[in-house]
Every structure is written in structure tokens, then in C-alpha cells.
């Protein structure tokens, strides 16, 4: 018989060691500064985190896409958030899923090629100056990134530089990543790029915040 008392234990444990390593990348990461190496990103996109935590229809919803919108992604991952976005924008739009690191890039133009997803463009690129015109694009989002990049208001900039005027920059952030930051940090790297907030979902160490530019 299963021994409901040992597997709480464990989920505990499991819980313990995951705040722990968390800390300590956090303070690794106060002195030295490294972006998570790709093989890492595929720990963190797990099935318990896309069903419990981060849900991707969620993410879906809250960015109110629509048909033919052109999306940018800042640091994919695996692209499991990536795929649920370009689903929704079919069938004339696309997701640029842009990231500094080729290993990134590589690994999800494979995936794309295996699947047959043919809206999905990866690409490497740098978020501080990002390879795309002003105002041509719907949607930005990043998931469990942004804070991981050294200057995120730097990084916002590029986002309203490329945004549409109707546009939304959407972040969405988890406790325990080791970059976690609470939301109204978040909301003040936002409105010192110029952004306003239009939404805001989820709750203290799960949440999603939607930006718009701010009018005049
Ligand atoms: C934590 S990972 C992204 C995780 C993924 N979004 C997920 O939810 O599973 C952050 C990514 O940001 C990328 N990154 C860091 N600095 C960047 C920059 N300046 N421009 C573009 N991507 C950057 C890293 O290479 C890394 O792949």
C-alpha cells in the first residue's frame, strides 16, 4: 500500500532542495552573471510546471491573440509556451522565438522541423537590440526571462521601440526561479521603458503582467 506520509515527505524534500539550489543560483548569480545554459531550460519546461504552474492556454488567453498577429518570444526554452502561442495566431501569423544562445535556437529549429510547425521562426538575437522594425510587431512575451538579463528596462525599451501602438509586452514570472521578481519591480522596470499596466493575473509567486504603451 502506498504510504501517503513517505510521499509527502518527499514532496517536501523535493520542495526544500529546489528553494535551496534556487538561493544559492541567486547569489552565484549576484557576482558572476551567466545566462541558464540550454540543457537547464529543459528541466524547468516540465509537464508538472505546464499543468500546475505556468499553464500554456492560460498564457494563450491572457495575451488576447488573434489571427495573423506577429508575436516575438524572448528566450523560448524548449518552446512548449512558444507552440501554444503560434497554434493561436494561424494561419498567417508568426512567432519570432529570439535568444542569444545557439545551443536555444538550434534545439527548437529541430523540434519545429520534427513537428511541421511552420510558424515558428527561431532566431538568435540580442534583446537589447532586437533585428526588428519600430512598431511592427503585436505581441512580446517572456517566460521566466526577463529578470534573468542583466538590464531589463534596457531590454523593455527594445520592446516598445518594436511594439505596435496597440501593442502588449507580456511577463509572465514563477517563484522559485532563482531570478524571481516580485511584481512591482517588474511594474517599475515596465513604466521606466515607457509602459503602463493594462493586466495583471495570477498571485504572489505565480503571475503574469501585460503592459501597454502609455498614452501621451
Ligand atoms: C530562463 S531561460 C528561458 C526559459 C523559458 N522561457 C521557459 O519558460 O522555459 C532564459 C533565456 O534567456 C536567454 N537570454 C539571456 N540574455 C539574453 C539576451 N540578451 N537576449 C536574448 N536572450 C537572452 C538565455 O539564453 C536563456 O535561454
Given at each position: 500500500m502506498l504510504d501517503w506520509w513517505l510521499v509527502l515527505q518527499w514532496i517536501l524534500i523535493g520542495f526544500l532542495i529546489l528553494l535551496a539550489l534556487s538561493f544559492l543560483v541567486r547569489i552565484i548569480r549576484h557576482y558572476y552573471h551567466f545566462p541558464i545554459p540550454a540543457f537547464f531550460t529543459q528541466l524547468i519546461d516540465n509537464p508538472v510546471r505546464r499543468r500546475l504552474v505556468q499553464r500554456p492556454d492560460l498564457l494563450v488567453e491572457r495575451m488576447q491573440l488573434k489571427p495573423g498577429m506577429i508575436v516575438v518570444e524572448i528566450g523560448?526554452?524548449?518552446g512548449n509556451y512558444t507552440k501554444a502561442v503560434a497554434e493561436k495566431i494561424l494561419p498567417r501569423g508568426k512567432v519570432y522565438a529570439i535568444d542569444i544562445q545557439e545551443s536555444v535556437i538550434e534545439r527548437l529549429k529541430k523540434r519545429i522541423k520534427k513537428e511541421g510547425i511552420t510558424n515558428i521562426v527561431p532566431k538568435i538575437d540580442n534583446a537589447y537590440k532586437l533585428s526588428f522594425a519600430d512598431e511592427s510587431v503585436d505581441r512580446v512575451f517572456a517566460m521566466a526571462c526577463l529578470?534573468?538579463?542583466?538590464?531589463p528596462v534596457k531590454v523593455l525599451r527594445e520592446c516598445h521601440r518594436i511594439l505596435k501602438p496597440d501593442g502588449l509586452v507580456c511577463l509572465c514570472e514563477m517563484f522559485p526561479d532563482p531570478d524571481y521578481p516580485r511584481r512591482k519591480t517588474e511594474k517599475r522596470w515596465a513604466a521606466e521603458a515607457g509602459f503602463e499596466l493594462r493586466q495583471e493575473f495570477g498571485n504572489w509567486f505565480i503571475y503574469q503582467l501585460n503592459f501597454g504603451k502609455r498614452s501621451g
Open positions: 523560448p526554452g524548449k529578470p534573468e538579463i542583466p538590464e
